[in-house]
């Protein structure tokens, strides 16, 4: 078994005390052990990482995301999230395969490039005859070498139905219970080094039928595989709930079966004092994320209120379309200044800006038994931060220059079980500059498809 030594480290476990001159002994694609450099092992035979001058942290783990988007960015600029999404359902029900592979490989890509080790993707848009998208994405995340949570999603409440989305790029209830079941049954794999877990999700209150949420939430339970979807993001969602079935988002999932341990929602902005009771209650998790929150002034979320009472949250980059090139160590500060924009500086200190990124996304995706901390035991998905640059050095704490920067410390190394796939900023399992050039034939493609179907990315989708 292969055993990889990184030596001369500071290290911020997350759980435990951090060390300023430490080791981290790796063997095959767990944690061994670590501890200060004094006590370190000799490990003959072991492959040594010299980590002077940079930070080990857990790898970060970004619980939401619309990969497809990574080939609809820059548009819509200016619009709340309803007028967003109605700008753009037309331009995304031209997707194909080819459209989510490329989108993919660059959104992932550059999730690995900032820090990330373990991405979920949220797809619910499956037009149809345009091939098989979700193994589309899978392909993609094999490739780049990430660990992936993919959320089979879906829409089936259209605007005759009073839903949101335009009919044609909702499908039919039962045929999307056979597909995420077949999804489920075709990729889910339940064990510790698991690279690749599928999740339930259908998209939001306000696109998907009362039926379809608690049949989706009787399958993941039967399938024994997470819940997930949007809720509680923007005020017009809240009205629109309120006024269709007289009760407010959390109060509308909590009746129909979905607030549970095996549960995330995605944004949680618009949360009452009760609401986050409940969801602090029945051990719900929360992604929060704020650059998608800003971007579309949807408001800030409540996060330092919801740790306070108990309320796990993990943080997500959300669709590319709704953050633009968002990387996920920047949302760390992103959530740090938000909550003391609105609470003060003691609302959220840096390392649990750090904890919400890896612990917190690990419980998010039932996997904090596996993931999130740097422990004995654990899978080694570790991020080197580059701390003793010529900038950075300057910074007293390293943790502090992580989190606190506008600009991402280099990244020394990216592992994932162990396997280097980020090595001093480049990618070393796919090509690195293949990579970006994928997404940009996505976006072209999509335009042109969009374009074929009478949607032509134009004046009225540029700000
Ligand atoms: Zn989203």
């Known amino acids: 078994m292969t055993s990889t030594l990184i030596e001369n480290v500071h290290v911020a476990p997350v759980a435990g005390p ?18 200060p450099m004094a006590e370190a092992p000799a490990a003959p035979g072991a492959t040594r990482i010299d980590g002077s001058g940079c930070l080990a942290t857990p790898g970060l783990v970004n619980t939401h ?48 490039l900032s820090g990330c080790t373990t991405s979920s993707d ?7 005859g345009r091939g098989d998208l979700l193994a589309a994405e899978i392909e993609a995340a094999r490739a780049v070498g990430l660990r992936f949570h993919p959320a089979r999603g879906s829409m089936d ?32 794999d339940p064990s510790f080094s698991s690279r690749l877990r599928v999740a339930v999700a259908p998209c939001s209150p ?144 840096a390392r649990q800006a750090l904890e919400l ?18 422990e004995p035991g654990k899978l080694a998905d570790l991020a080197l931060w580059r701390t003793d640059g010529a900038f950075a050095a300057a910074v007293a704490d390293p943790v502090c220059a992580l989190v606190f920067a506008t600009r991402q410390p280099p990244l020394a190394r990216l592992l994932v079980g162990g396997q280097t796939v980020v090595e001093d900023d480049e990618l070393r399992t796919v090509p690195h500059d293949a990579a970006g050039a994928a997404g940009v034939r996505a976006h072209r493609r999509l335009v042109r498809l969009a374009g074929e179907l009478g949607h032509a990315v134009s004046a009225e989708v540029h700000p």
């Open 18 to 35: 951090e060390i300023a001159d430490g080791y981290v002994l790796i063997t095959g694609d767990r944690i061994a052990a670590l501890g």
């Open 65 to 112: 995301h619309h990969l497809y988007q990574w080939a609809s960015q820059g548009l819509a600029q200016d619009a709340t999230l309803f007028e967003w999404l109605v700008t753009l359902y037309p331009v995304w029900a031209a997707m194909d395969a080819d459209v989510v592979a490329g989108a993919a490989t660059a959104g992932l890509a550059h999730l690995a």
């Open 122 to 128: 949220h797809h619910y848009l499956f037009p149809a």
């Open 157 to 188: 409440r259209g605007r005759s139905q009073g839903g949101l989305p335009p009919d044609e790029v909702v499908e039919r209830l039962d045929d999307i219970l056979d597909a995420t079941a077949e999804a489920v049954d075709a990729y889910h």
């Open 206 to 349: 306000f696109s998907v039928s009362a039926e379809l949420m608690t049949r989706s939430a009787e399958l993941a339970r039967d399938k024994g595989v997470r819940l997930h979807t949007h809720l509680a993001e923007t005020l017009d969602e809240e009205e629109l709930c309120v006024r269709q079935t007289g009760l407010r988002p959390v109060a509308y999932m909590e009746k129909l079966g979905w607030l549970g341990t095996d549960v995330w929602v995605a944004h949680a902005v618009h949360l009452s004092d009760s609401d986050i009771g409940a969801l602090a209650a029945t051990g719900t998790g929360a992604a929060h994320c704020p650059t998608s929150n800003g971007r579309l002034g949807a408001g800030v979320a409540r996060v330092s209120e919801m740790l306070r009472r108990g309320v796990n949250v993990g943080l997500g980059v959300d669709g590319s379309a709704s953050a633009e090139l968002t990387g996920l160590s920047g949302e760390m500060r992103q959530a740090l200044l938000f909550q003391r924009a609105r609470y003060g500086p003691a609302a959220l200190t």
């Open 357 to 374: 990124a890896t612990l917190g996304g690990a419980r998010n995706l039932g996997r904090d038994r596996e993931l999130g901390t740097l």
